[in-house]
């Protein structure tokens, strides 16, 4: 299996710019999870979809931020506009089953930085 | 919610001594506690994990204690080798919250 894919792997882009990551979970995940990383708050979760549907979005931040899961395969986590405290490594993972039961099979990330 | 609680937040240690990392979490319903470790560039990968049906569990130089009464479980690598360097992050996964890691670097 090819792991979780996320692209891009390095983003650089001026502030008030629209910035879209992607993902490709493990295909028959159930589960889809958007984190950020950074120094200062360590790994937070932003959002989790089950079945494509979102259950919990009360980690993402602030309205500038949308998530969207149009099929199984893919998922899109997009920021508009950008600001530079949005600067950080963004993570997808996916999992099997039930949430919280199972281990997180993590992407090797986005790192995202707004100028 | 889920607060989870690492210690310590960094880790030097010796070639070949051991290392031993704690975490404690704060909801008595969480029944899987998974151990991830991150490389330089790349996603955490898991490594170990424990189910709170069992105290102990061993996968070579590497092993996890859980103790469901006090709320902690701990994170045991003997033997370290230089490539254990890494941050490495527990989690009580019963509301995907994790502890803010612990970088390891293992000297040669």
């Known amino acids: 299996d090819a792991g979780v894919i996320q692209s891009p792997r390095h983003e650089v882009t001026e502030m008030g710019q629209e910035v879209t990551l992607r993902c490709k979970p493990i295909s028959g995940h159930d589960y889809l999870f958007w984190y950020r990383q950074t120094m200062m708050r360590g790994l937070e979760l932003l959002i989790y979809?089950?079945?494509?549907?979102?259950?919990?979005d009360s980690g993402m931040p602030e309205d500038r931020f949308s998530a969207k899961m149009p099929n199984a395969s893919f998922s899109t986590l997009k920021i508009q506009p950008s600001e530079p405290r949005d600067s950080a490594v963004y993570f997808c993972?996916?999992?099997?089953?039930?949430?919280?039961?199972?281990?997180?099979?993590f992407g090797d990330g986005t790192r995202l930085s707004i100028l | 919610g889920e607060n989870v609680e690492q210690h310590p937040s960094t880790l030097s240690v010796q070639e070949g001594d051991s290392a031993v990392i704690k975490c404690t979490y704060s909801d008595s319903a969480s029944n899987y506690f998974p151990w991830y470790k991150q490389e330089l560039g790349k996603g955490s990968q898991l490594i170990i994990d424990?189910?709170?049906?069992?105290g102990e569990k061993k996968d070579q130089r590497i092993a996890v204690t859980l103790n469901k009464t006090a709320k902690h479980f701990s994170l045991h690598i003997t033997e370290t080798q230089p490539e254990d360097s890494a941050v490495y992050f527990c989690?009580?996964?019963?509301?995907?919250?994790f502890g803010a890691g612990t970088r390891l670097t293992v000297k040669p």
């Open positions: 979809f089950n079945n494509n549907v979102p259950i919990d």
């Open positions: 993972a996916s999992s099997l089953e039930k949430r919280g039961n199972q281990p997180q099979h």
């Open positions: 989690a009580a996964q019963g509301d995907m919250r």
């Open positions: 424990i189910r709170s049906n069992v």
